[in-house]
């Protein structure tokens, strides 16, 4: 069974939902480097501010997904929500990608 395709929404949601993964786990290593390790601050500082953008990077690239593939208000509020515990946006794209709210949304006939 092949993948559905991603609509130019879900794809901006894709994207983002990786990069802000990427920079959370990014973040959780320079937090362990500067409070654990005690070696340096520059990971805390650097992907914090990463972290920050990326956040919000999402967030608008939810809003976008959510109105252009209609998503329920359900979808909506969990792909808000998965921001924030660390490292959840990126299962959660791809469960949205298995059932195909990722997809552009099939219109009727005429």
Same mark, same amino acid.
């Given at each position: 069974?092949?993948?559905?395709?991603?609509?130019?929404?879900?794809?901006?949601?894709? $994207?983002?939902?990786? $990069?802000?993964?990427? /920079?959370?786990?990014?973040?959780? $290593?320079?937090?362990?480097?500067?409070?654990?390790?005690?070696?340096?601050?520059?990971?805390?500082?650097?992907?914090?501010?990463?972290?920050?953008?990326?956040?919000?990077?999402?967030?608008?690239? /939810?809003?976008?997904?959510?109105?252009?593939?209609?998503?329920?208000?359900?979808?909506?509020?969990?792909?808000?929500?998965?921001?924030?515990?660390?490292?959840?946006?990126?299962?959660?794209?791809?469960?949205?990608?298995?059932?195909?709210?990722?997809?552009?949304?099939?219109?009727?006939?005429?």
């Amino acid at each position: 069974m092949r993948a559905p395709v991603l609509s130019g929404a879900g794809r901006l949601f894709a $994207i983002a939902a990786f $990069i802000e993964g990427l /920079t959370w786990a990014g973040l959780l $290593i320079g937090m362990w480097l500067k409070y654990h390790a005690e070696v340096t601050h520059l990971g805390v500082y650097w992907f914090g501010r990463l972290h920050g953008a990326a956040f919000l990077f999402y967030l608008v690239a /939810t809003f976008i997904a959510a109105h252009r593939l209609r998503w329920p208000m359900w979808a909506f509020l969990l792909a808000f929500l998965a921001a924030i515990p660390p490292l959840v946006t990126v299962p959660l794209e791809w469960w949205f990608k298995r059932r195909g709210l990722l997809s552009a949304p099939v219109q009727a006939a005429p």
